[in-house]
């Protein structure tokens, strides 16, 4: 068996080197942050190879830690996917389709995290899992099908929405209550300190627009609790199953 092992391994590594078509370096560092292969050479490969492939080039970009089976599945899925489409895995890495070519890229997380901290960047149209909930987050312009969890609606307008956990200046706007601090906020609900590190946001900068606490407050960039187009706003549809 391991003689087997040491065979599909040493043939991913070459099956990988002969579908890259480009890497991408941080400036200065040379490390390397998108792993771009050719679509065509990929999915003509064995289905154990593929996933092998797959694992390749997320662990060169980012390692291989929360990175399991299903995350890769779902990066084979966009193989037989239209253009543009993309899925989001563990530690800020992203895999999208673009005609012939699947580039996997990392965006790393946002400073500031430590401990129990995560942040991931919604884009629209995907689906992410989120290891540190063991939930998944979809983001679309498109209500969502029947997923059984949570949705709020947001006005978009092209603003940046991560999905993650506190960070110092965080604060949100409530309804009669005008902004306030995040940190007033926990203290005001009695979560414990060493939760609060654990606890859900969706925002938009500093600004938080949703705590998934089970409180149901949210700031004001919810569209109230309806189904409907804001007149002059694009709205995006968040998820949480």
């Not at 997320?58 to 599945?73: K, S």
């Not at 063991?134 to 498109?142: L, M, V």
């Amino acid at each position: 068996m391991r003689e087997d092992d040491a065979f599909l391994t040493e043939y991913a590594k070459e099956a990988y080197s002969s579908c890259i078509v480009r890497r991408d370096t941080a400036g200065g560092t040379g490390e390397i942050t998108a792993v771009t292969l050719d679509i065509k050479k990929l999915s003509a490969l064995p289905p154990a190879i593929k996933r092998r492939v797959i694992r390749e080039g997320a662990a060169e970009i980012a390692g291989l830690v929360n990175i399991g089976g299903g995350h890769i599945e779902s990066v084979i899925a966009l193989l037989n996917n239209e253009t543009g489409k993309q899925v989001c895995l563990p530690r800020g890495v992203t895999a999208k389709r673009v005609y012939g070519e699947l580039t996997l890229k990392s965006e790393r997380a946002a400073p500031g995290c430590s401990g129990k901290c995560f942040s991931y960047k919604l884009t629209p149209e995907s689906v992410q899992f989120i290891p540190e909930i063991n939930k998944h987050i979809r983001a679309s312009f498109s209500p969502p099908g029947h997923e059984n969890g949570y949705t709020k609606i947001f006005r978009y307008d092209n603003i940046s929405l991560r999905f993650r956990s506190r960070l110092p200046g965080d604060f949100l706007r409530l309804e009669g209550a005008g902004r306030r601090k995040l940190q007033d906020y926990f203290t005001d609900r009695k979560t414990p300190r060493d939760m609060r590190d654990s606890v859900p946001l969706v925002a938009a900068g500093s600004e938080i627009l949703w705590i998934l606490d089970g409180s149901g407050k949210d700031g004001e960039g919810r569209v109230n609790g309806c189904y409907k187009a804001v007149p002059g706003n694009e709205i995006i549809y968040v998820s949480v199953y």
